[in-house]
């Protein structure tokens, strides 16, 4: 496993259990390939936690890109893979105020909902439709901006899906390999494995045409989308035997990214640069993994204990099909430009190109409306 630089108190107790995890996943290589294999985990300046329960209990963490070396096709599914990224859009958005933002956001999402095969998900998780505004011209053209934030839905929990999720179609295909103290890593080998990473190779158009889909919905037009600035994944697989999670990783000849940080503050629209400890090597080529967040802490001591059907976490037991957001204990890490920007930007080398204002936002308290 690559260091982590001044990690803090939760990211500490995080990475005592990525190091199983990473042995858990050159055991079961070794085991399909019949021949010694290795395995790595790569943790990012925003290594936290998830959301998904299941995932943790699994031993995958968000923040981090996990490979395996395999001579046989494998996929660990507890890694609970699907397709997830940031889009940016340069916008003629002629929005009157925010009631008028919010009226679009609603109509987009009656259309999706009524009348297309779309699942809509900007109000689950962490996902989100911002307007935002870059004051200063550079490098960014000054003006108004959309962000959308959201996965592929249609393939998550359905019988199509990617998700382990009870009778869908390679449930009966889930192998386990124990190990210890509660631990372990569910799998699949063979044709099994071979489709599922070939069924996401091909969700990455489907992912950012959806996004596409759905900016030109939201604004009323494709003719109002003036620029597509980047649409980048952060979660996926950059190859078939690598999965990563809450981390972007980029080509050379499209290095750039978003780095989010909290509601209301400003995001930051970062080019990378090569060459760094932050490189990998893929089936396609080279890639430098960048954070797309912040990440999510724990305000008190995880104590994670693995039980057979629950997780025990930081004093409390959790079902595995529970979530922890808006749980007590867990908070975006603060952001402090001066200090944490410049922290990032040194274990993952990059250039700020624009900062952007937020101007108004779509999340998860909409969803009751």
């Not at 599914?77 to 699907?82: G, I, K, L, Q, Y």
């Not at 609603?106 to 870059?134: C, D, M, P, Q």
């Not at 996965?151 to 390679?170: D, H, I, M, R, V």
């Not at 697989?237 to 690598?242: G, L, Q």
């Amino acid at each position: 496993m690559r260091m982590l630089r001044d990690p803090d108190a939760t990211q500490r107790e995080i990475l005592g259990h990525l190091h199983v995890t990473e042995h858990l996943l050159a055991q079961t290589a070794s085991l399909v390939s019949g021949r010694p294999c290795d395995a790595e985990v790569v943790p990012m300046p925003d290594l936290g936690l998830p959301h998904n329960v299941r995932r943790i209990h699994g031993g995958f963490f968000t923040g981090a890109y996990y490979r395996w070396d395999s001579a046989v096709p494998m996929i660990p599914v507890d890694s609970t893979v699907n397709l997830c990224g940031v889009a940016l859009y340069r916008v003629e958005a002629d929005f009157a105020d925010e009631q008028e933002f919010r009226d679009r956001v609603t109509a987009a999402r009656a259309v999706l909902s009524e009348k297309s095969s779309y699942v809509w998900n900007f109000t689950s998780g962490n996902h989100f439709v911002i307007l935002a505004e870059n004051r200063t011209p550079g490098v960014l053209p000054a003006g108004r901006y959309l962000l959308l934030h959201a996965s592929a839905a249609e393939f998550k929990n359905q019988y199509n899906g990617l998700y382990p999720a009870p009778g869908n179609w390679y449930h009966e295909e889930i192998r386990v390999l124990a190990g210890q103290n509660g631990r372990y890593l569910r799998y699949l080998s063979g044709k099994p494995a071979e489709r599922f990473a070939r069924m996401v190779a091909m969700l990455e158009d489907y992912q950012h045409e959806r996004q596409r889909m759905c900016a030109a919905l939201i604004l009323g037009s494709e003719a109002r989308v003036t620029e597509e600035i980047c649409s980048v994944l952060h979660y996926g697989m950059p190859d078939a035997s690598s999965v990563a999670i809450g981390c972007q990783w980029l080509a050379g000849d499209r290095p750039h990214s978003l780095l989010l940080t909290r509601p209301g503050a400003p995001l930051f629209l970062v080019r990378s640069e090569s060459g760094g400890s932050n490189g990998i090597r893929t089936s396609h080529g080279l890639r430098t993994l960048t954070p797309h967040g912040l990440g999510v802490r724990a305000t008190q001591p995880l104590d994670l204990a693995f039980g057979r059907d629950h997780l025990r976490i930081a004093g409390r037991r959790v079902g595995l099909d529970q979530s922890l957001a808006g749980r007590d204990f867990v908070a975006i890490r603060d952001f402090a430009q001066e200090t944490d920007l410049p922290r990032i930007l040194e274990e993952c080398p990059g250039t700020v190109e624009a900062e952007l204002q937020q101007v108004y936002a779509y999340h998860r308290t909409e969803r009751a409306s």
